[in-house]
Structures are given as C-alpha cells and as structure tokens.
C-alpha cells in the first residue's frame, strides 16, 4: 500500500479513493451496513465526490477494520470522564508508521534535523495514544541526544530550551495546549529559533481559549513570531499540520472537505463553514472516509481551519479548540 504516499495528483488522490471505497464497502463491515441504511449501491459510485463518509463515533460502538485480521495495536481517544472512547485496531502498524513520517518529512524535513522535545501529560500518562506511538517515534528517528518527554519537571525542560537555545539546535517542542500553558506561566522564555507546536485540548484541566488567544499567550512568553499545529485523532493515521495562525496543510493523501450542517450528505455551500469529512487513504485497513464532529473553513490557498465542535458533539482531542 504504500504506493498511497507517492500520489502527486487530484487525478491520482481521485483514482485511489474509488479504489479504497469498493474494497472497504465489502471488508469493513460497519462501513458496508452504513452504506446499506443510506441506500447506496457502490457500482453506482463513480466519482470520488460521491463516496459517504462514515460518522466518527462509529468507532465508539464498531470495530471498524477490514476482515478479522488481529490488530498489532489498537489507539484510544482520551475522551472526557464518562464519555465513550474511540477504538482503531491497527492490524498493520507499518502504515502509521509510515503515514506520520512521510507526512512529518513533508512539511518540516527529516526528523534528523531536529531535537525533539514532548510536553504530553496526560497523553503520555494512560495507554493507546496514538500521538504518544507518533511522537515516540519522531523522538527515536530525530535520535538527538537532548530529545525526550517530560511530564511535570518544567525546570529541567526550560533548562533543556535554553541550552539547545544557546547552541543553535533546531528544536521542536510538541505539547498539549494546557500543559504548553502551564510551562510558558511559569518561565518567560526568549527562544526565537525554537517551533512550538500544540496539539490542542484543555483536557478539563484549565478554561478553554479561543486558539488566537492561546497563540497570542504562548507567542509572547516563548518568544516565537508563530505557534505551530498538529491536525490529527485516534480515528485516522495522518496528520495535517500548520505552521501559524491555525490554517492547516494536509498531505497529499489525506484529503479534507466540508459537508451542509443540516443534510451530512451534501457538500456545503463554497465559502460556507461546514462539518469537517476527512478521506485519509493511509486508513487502508479500517475506513478512509471519515465524518467527523469538527466545524471548519477552506481557504482559497488550500488550507482549511478547525472552528470549533459541532453543536451537540462532545468536546474532545487534537486541536479542538472554541
């Protein structure tokens, strides 16, 4: 599969996600008793527009994955107390693997050039995080000796920025928004080559804020110009990324569109805001195409923006910031 990562074209994208559709409407069960309510016969899909997208909390009640195949690992969202988790059995790993480096490769470079850093509490701290295996990895291939996760040790980790600082090290530090929070409170620092990049979520543990006041606190006590981020969930193994002001850049096979806030099988309005539907082709083995319960925007460059949640969904995960 891993052909899915040389796509250079909407022609290709296009091609492969028909491909992708007929094969998970026969192997992917839940995906396949979906398209069967909604009426759809897939010898009469012909154009990738026409493919339905599968409602995110599918994974909350299905096991959603292709054939009976053992999973190598499965990925938990972190939810909210008493709320239902996501679960995505991964029955080839080698895909993530390969998705999230390509995709890191493609927007920032090799891992190689960096030191990376991680502030994940609460990621870090439970089982199944797909961006703790994401992360981990990074920190292994970037194989810099000063690269790590801390937890809630934020001297030595101020100690560590202002070191790699002094030295010129290109350095990434990838962090929950509260726990980033919490750092740049505590210590004003002035590190202008360092990327900061949240992955958004309060997780419970301090108030919301609008991501322009987020990057606005973390810009002037990190003394960067931008606040990077990172666009990703338990339910999909490719990650979109911004390099400032919240507008996201996708991989070429990772696709996102918008669907009409009152009928989920049509496409908004152009210009409109809409619900946010992801085709992530790297999502062999379970479903590419994914509704999910985030409220977005296209941009005319391509990019698109996370507004918010949908009215009546749960608040939770990457870059769910309102």
Not at 15 to 42: E, K, N
Not at 104 to 124: D, R, T
Not at 143 to 157: C, M, T, Y
């Amino acid at each position: 599969m891993s052909s899915i990562f040389s796509i250079t074209t909407a022609a290709e994208f296009g091609r492969v996600s028909l491909d992708t559709f007929y094969r998970q409407a026969q192997a992917c069960a839940p995906y396949g008793r979906y398209l069967s309510y909604l009426g759809v016969r897939t010898e009469e899909v012909s154009r990738a527009a026409q493919i339905p997208f599968l409602p995110v909390e599918f994974f909350k009640t299905e096991r959603v994955a292709c054939g009976d195949a053992a999973a190598q690992v499965t990925f938990v969202s972190s939810g909210t107390t008493g709320a239902e988790t996501s679960r995505h059995h991964i029955s080839d790993v080698r895909l993530y693997e390969e998705s999230f480096l390509r995709g890191f490769e493609h927007f920032y470079g090799a891992p190689q050039k960096y030191c990376i850093l991680a502030l994940l509490p609460g990621y870090a701290e439970r089982q199944g995080s797909s961006l703790v295996y994401m992360v981990e990895r990074l920190v292994a291939q970037s194989a810099h000796p000063q690269g790590g996760f801390f937890l809630h040790n934020h001297s030595e980790l101020a100690a560590r920025l202002e070191l790699l600082q002094r030295r010129r090290q290109p350095t990434i530090l990838i962090g929950v928004s509260f726990a980033l929070l919490d750092l740049a409170e505590r210590y004003s620092l002035r590190l202008p080559g360092l990327i900061v990049m949240e992955t958004g979520g309060m997780k419970g543990r301090r108030r919301e804020l609008p991501r322009e006041e987020l990057h606005r606190i973390l810009c002037s006590r990190f003394g960067v110009e931008a606040i990077h981020s990172e666009y990703g969930m338990t339910e999909l193994l490719s990650q979109a990324y911004s390099s400032g002001g919240g507008r996201f850049f996708a991989p070429p096979w990772m696709r996102v569109a918008l669907r009409d806030l009152h009928n989920p099988l049509a496409p908004a309005a152009a210009g409109a805001a809409g619900g946010v539907n992801v085709t992530d082709l790297a999502n062999q083995n379970s479903c590419s195409f994914i509704e999910t319960q985030d409220l977005g925007k296209i941009n005319a460059d391509g990019s698109f923006e996370v507004l918010g949640r949908i009215d009546h969904s749960l608040s939770r995960g990457c870059n769910m910031l309102i």
